[in-house]
């Protein structure tokens, strides 16, 4: 058990649907960070939130946003959903400061039809 | 940028046989390295990490890796297979602690009896 929880554990959306994704950080974790695992793929960095603000974004469009409250949880929201966003989103809480590990939820495995 | 690459995507061997599974990383900064494991329909879970210091280094469940900066790889070992090591494993690297991750594309370790 890492203490980071991620909710719901599984999502069936249809294209052009919005979601929204839930993450509660471990505790004394000041920042989290999502990422995107495909199918047969490894997680790609979607976006960081520090302070509740976003603190670096990867290859990722607008449609991909995220929030952060003062408790550090945080959640991803997704709009206009496309096939290719079925997959496997891990979020990954940490320390920002010091060389500490980032310990992931067991994820919400998205599938858009 | 940064890239990871783990060379084989599936790797075969029969318990009680030597694990190794290859990773090789791109940084133009001294990297931060990682090798995480993924069971199924699970998260991911920190085998070992590389930060500075002692370049061989010893993780959970018997793991080991050996951060070689003139190879620019961080093999990742164990002496003796488990039936319970079958997973995919995952090596990443960033230039900043456990921060935005960059993952290779896993390597899928199956172990034989």
């Known amino acids: 058990e890492t203490g980071v929880t991620q909710s719901p554990t599984h999502l069936i959306k249809t294209r052009g649907q919005q979601v929204t994704l839930r993450c509660s950080s471990q505790s004394g974790h000041n920042t989290v960070s999502w990422y995107q695992q495909a199918l047969g793929q490894g997680p790609q960095f979607i976006f960081q939130y520090y302070r509740e603000e976003e603190n670096g974004r990867g290859n990722f469009p607008p449609r991909f946003s995220g929030l952060q409250f003062p408790n550090y949880s945080s959640e991803l929201n997704v709009n206009a959903l496309e096939l290719d966003d079925s997959a496997l989103y891990l979020c990954?809480?940490?320390?920002?400061?010091?060389?500490?590990?980032?310990?992931f939820g067991q994820g919400t495995r998205l599938t858009v039809v | 940028a940064q890239s990871v690459t783990q060379l084989g995507s599936h790797v075969s061997v029969s318990e009680g046989a030597l694990v190794l599974l290859r990773c090789n990383y791109s940084?133009?900064?001294?990297?931060?390295l990682f090798w995480y494991v993924q069971y199924p329909n699970q998260g991911l879970q920190l085998l070992l990490k590389y930060t500075t210091g002692a370049t061989l280094v010893k993780g959970i469940n018997g793991f080991e890796a050996e951060f070689k900066k003139s190879e620019t790889s961080f093999h990742l070992t164990k002496p003796s297979a488990h039936m319970s090591d079958a997973a995919e494993y995952f090596c990443?690297?960033?230039?900043?602690?456990?921060?935005?991750?960059?993952f290779g594309q896993g390597t899928r370790l199956t172990i034989n009896p």
């Open positions: 940084s133009s900064v001294p990297p931060y």
């Open positions: 990443a690297v960033s230039d900043w602690g456990a921060q935005k991750l960059v």
């Open positions: 990954a809480s940490s320390i920002i400061e010091g060389n500490t590990e980032a310990f």
